[in-house]
Nanobody
Framework: VQLQASGGGPVQAGGSLRLSCAAT????????MGWYRQAPGNKREFVAG???????DYGDPVKGRFTISRDKANNTVYLEMNTLRPDDTAVYYC?????????WGQGTQVTVSS
C-alpha cells in the first residue's frame, strides 16, 4: 500500500504549509510514522518521525520549525511546517519509520521562493 502525501505547493520564504498523509488503520496503529524529503540532486532524507505513543523526532535542519502529529481518529499524519526556507524545497513523502520501499508514494512538492 502506497502512502500518499498531500498539501504541498508554492510558498514564500517565512511562510507555512501543512502536509497530510492518510494511512490504513493497520499501518497507523502498528507503525511509527515519518516524513521524508528529497531535493533535486540529493538523497532522500529523514525529516520527522512520530511513534505510536506520540514520541517525536526531527532532523536537525527542521528542528524548531516543523511539527509532526498524528490523528488517531482519522489515521492521518501531519507535518506542520513553519518559517519555511528556500532550502526546504523538495518533494515530501510519508512512510513508516523505518520506511518500507513498497510504501513510497509520489510525494507532494513543496517549493519555497525567496
Amino acid at each position: 500500500v502506497q502512502l500518499q502525501a498531500s498539501g504541498g505547493g508554492p510558498v514564500q520564504a517565512g511562510g507555512s504549509l501543512r502536509l497530510s498523509c492518510a494511512a490504513t488503520g493497520i499501518i497507523f496503529r502498528r507503525d511509527n510514522m515519518g516524513w521524508y524529503r528529497q531535493a533535486p540532486g540529493n538523497k532522500r532524507e529523514f525529516v520527522a518521525g512520530i511513534s505510536t505513543n506520540g514520541l517525536t523526532d526531527y532532523g536537525d535542519p527542521v528542528k524548531g520549525r516543523f511539527t509532526i502529529s498524528r490523528d488517531k481518529a482519522n489515521n492521518t499524519v501531519y507535518l506542520e511546517m513553519n518559517t519555511l526556507r528556500p532550502d526546504d524545497t523538495a518533494v515530501y513523502y510519508c512512510n513508516t519509520v523505518p520506511p518500507q520501499p513498497s510504501q513510497w508514494g509520489q510525494g507532494t512538492q513543496v517549493t519555497v521562493s525567496s
